[in-house]
């Protein structure tokens, strides 16, 4: 007999994380019911059923299972679900998520049966105030400015950045927020004990000591393709909102966004130069989603994710000259100085159509704010320095 823990182990070694047919199962009769049925051969789905009997023919699942929660354990990791009060219940929202496609990675959306974690924090509270940042592996300089002021910014104001842990815009995010003492998540398409790619294991080993390594498959498993593709959805659904910095037409980040829409999260874009191959995926999305919300920086970020009025946002404008404050006769007067000599106050009555009682009281206004200044030959404007 297992225990639910050991159950959803075992149900993640024999189907793919998502599997639509075994999450359906676990919702009605439970995780360990499912398990039991599926080494009876007691599913209607039959690619299911021959999978799993096949993989539990060569090792029993529930031995497997009761050694790979030893392995993690002397690992430091920990495996979360949904019973346990850290688990993110925003993922929960993969269960009405449908998508258009016929393949497993747009059929098997479901929710995660279990997290492996590494790290102190609370995986739910972590998550709770989270943004994700995605984009392409090989960014730009442009790219990675764009993505450390983003990531920096929210991980300053309390947020916490997600990403994949991947080269390029991941790998900037990740690092911007612990360089700003703030929270990261990696989620990873493999197991916590192997985060992929090599190259960052020493920033996976700082994440997990500040901030936390996620993953749906157990310790040991291997970063396989596809695995990526259904990591995807978690990112997509596990945080507020999802910021894309660079993407090319086609790409992993591109797919996170379609998750996202497809959830009703906050989708961001970035937009970058039209010459750039990186910033094609962005501008298309833009183009044909008007479900996406551009994004410039950090304040529009931070305008877009955060509560109304909790992050209020000047409107971009120039530097502020004293001629704006100007009303419309003093306007029109200082309009007809001429822009080189002087001119007397008759000539500038006539020049701007105005009588010359009321050009002599506006001029009066116009030189206090140092606009312009008397000469003996008349009025001059008053040289900038």
Partial sequence: MVDDRTARVALTWLAEPGNLPVWSLVEECGAEATLARLLRGDVPDKSLRAAALAKAAALDPRRLADLTLRRADRLGARIVVPSDDEWPSRVES?????????????????????FWVRGARPLGETLERSVAVVGARAATPYGLHAT??????????????????AFGIDAAAHRAAMAAEGRTVAVLACGVDRPYPQGNSAMFDRIAETGLLISEWPPGAEPLKHRFLIRNRVIAAATVGTVLVEAAARSGAIQTMGRVLALGRVAMVVPGPITSAM???CHELLRSRPDTTLVTGLSNVLETVGQIGEYPVDVPRGPDHARDTLDEESALILEAVPRRGAITPEELAVRAGLPVRTVLRRLSLLELTGLVEQRETGVALRPTS
């Fill in 94 to 114: 993969l269960a009405t998520l449908t998508l258009e496609g016929t393949t497993r990675v747009h059929r098997d959306t479901r929710p995660p049966l279990c």
């Fill in 148 to 165: 450390n002021e983003i990531a920096y910014g929210l991980a300053e104001q309390g947020w916490t950045v997600v990403s994949g842990g």
């Fill in 279 to 281: 910033s094609v995926g």
